[in-house]
């Protein structure tokens, strides 16, 4: 059986009852780096379990292996941050997992698209989710003047130390555009910022966070 278990986007206490209960009943914990798990399980109060290691450098070889593992125990799926399957590799193992029919079962907790959303001011009864934008410059400009025309509300993620770029190219893209950013939600360090992108950048005290980034139609 496979535990797909949300966790803490900020502070650590944020981990919900219930998945601290299945973390210390399953027989092996999957997470995205060894050090973070070990230390995530740790502040839980989890006693040390077998870790195992799915994230983008993993391949096909490694997953039947997790598969396998799923199929003869009862593990848990946890990330670096949030709810996993969701951005991340976690969804290619809950997809085999199905295949195989062995058992998935969300516990759910910490999002950090939700959680933008319950304070970021604006009611949304529908919006684009375009995650985690290109890495390189040149796909990341043509994906954003895409962006620029929809009619709906975008939803934009990417790494802490592109904060500041994407508001660069949003400001020589559409200078005019209302933008909605959250920053290191959850945490007492969190912030919702709302105005053009020059305006933003103004505000910024740092250069790098963990953000989420609503571009208004």
């Not at 195992?52 to 003869?72: F, M, T």
Request: net charge neutral; proline share 5%; glycine share 6%.
């Amino acid at each position: 059986m496979l535990y797909v278990i949300a966790t803490p986007i900020g502070v650590t206490t944020d981990i919900s009852l219930r998945a601290v209960e299945v973390l210390k009943t399953c027989t092996a914990v999957i997470g995205e780096e060894h050090k973070n798990t070990s230390k995530f399980l740790k502040f839980s109060g989890v006693e040390q379990k077998e870790i195992y290691i799915l994230n983008e450098h993993s391949r096909p070889g490694d997953l039947n292996e997790l598969v396998e593992l799923a199929k003869n125990e009862t593990v848990a799926l946890v990330s670096d941050c949030g709810t996993p399957g969701f951005c991340d590799p976690g969804a290619d193992l809950v997809r085999l997992c199905r295949q195989k029919n062995i058992r998935v079962q969300s516990i759910p907790g910490p999002s950090s698209l939700t959680s933008f959303l319950s304070v970021c001011g604006h009611r949304l009864d529908q919006f684009f989710f375009r995650g985690f934008l290109p890495a390189e410059n040149k796909e990341r400009s043509r994906e954003l003047e895409k962006l620029k025309s929809s009619r709906v509300p975008t939803i934009v993620l990417d790494t802490p130390y592109r904060l500041k770029k994407i508001l660069e190219d949003w400001k020589a893209l559409s200078p005019n555009q209302k933008l909605v950013l959250g920053m290191e939600l959850s945490t007492d360090n969190e912030m919702i910022l709302e105005g053009t992108a020059e305006t933003l950048l103004k505000k910024l005290a740092i250069e790098k966070a963990e953000f989420v980034l609503l571009i208004l139609p």
